[in-house]
């Protein structure tokens, strides 16, 4: 199981987000950035528990935007 943090510039991106990777069978843990970077929005973040890349592809696929990853 790997672990990745997507970064969304609003919270409807970041459950979109959340609902399309539950789908997959992931865990998720979503969250406010403290300190948002210019760009970055409201600054919401999705902590993601399972086939990172897998989730990745259907994001980038399913059109759903965010502002950074990191592993």
Do not use: H, W
């Not at 672990?3 to 990777?21: D, L, Q, V």
């Not at 865990?27 to 970055?40: R, V």
């Not at 399913?62 to 990853?69: A, E, P």
């Amino acid at each position: 199981m790997s672990k990745a943090t997507f970064k969304f510039s609003s919270i409807t991106y970041a459950i979109k987000a959340k609902n399309t990777a539950e789908r997959f069978g992931a865990k998720t843990k979503m969250q406010k950035n403290p300190n948002p970077k210019k760009g970055e929005g409201c600054g919401y973040s999705l902590v993601v528990f399972g086939d990172t890349d897998k989730i990745k592809e259907s994001f980038d696929s399913g059109k759903i935007k965010y502002t950074g990853m990191e592993r």
